[in-house]
């Protein structure tokens, strides 16, 4: 079993920065694949950025490429988001996910979740 807690959500005005963090605990969890995740009101949950457990890959969606980086501490067991240039679009609760396989952009294939952390962009 893995528990995942984010933090470091917040109000932030547009072409601002914010970091993300997700701590994990547990069952060897830096040995997992981590993801970020984010969910707008109304919409469904969506990938932002995956990291692979020895952080040599990553891969994000196109609507964040350029603007956030996916990294983590497996000394720390964490994952980091940076994200930068933020847009009103980016507001969402966003969420942490790790798996015990390969990276994935699928929702459906992590099986393990963080409670999530609301992100606000003013315009």
């Known amino acids: 079993q893995v528990q995942l807690v984010e933090s470091g959500g917040g109000l932030v005005q547009a072409g601002g920065p914010l970091r993300l963090s997700c701590a994990g605990s547990?069952?060897?969890?830096?040995?997992?694949?981590l993801a970020w995740f984010r969910q707008a009101p109304g919409k469904e949950r969506e990938f932002v950025a995956v990291?692979?457990?020895?952080?040599?890959?990553?891969v994000y969606a196109d609507s964040v490429k350029g603007r956030f980086t996916i990294s983590r501490d497996n000394a720390k067991n964490t994952v980091y988001l940076q994200m930068n240039s933020l847009k009103p679009e980016d507001t969402a609760v966003y969420y942490c996910?790790?798996?015990?396989?390969?990276?994935?952009?699928?929702?459906?294939?992590?099986?393990?979740w963080g409670q999530g952390t609301q992100v606000t962009v003013s315009s």
């Open positions: 547990g069952r060897t969890s830096s040995s997992y694949t």
């Open positions: 996910a790790a798996r015990s396989g390969y990276g994935s952009v699928d929702v459906n294939r992590y099986s393990y």
């Open positions: 990291i692979t457990w020895t952080g040599s890959t990553t």
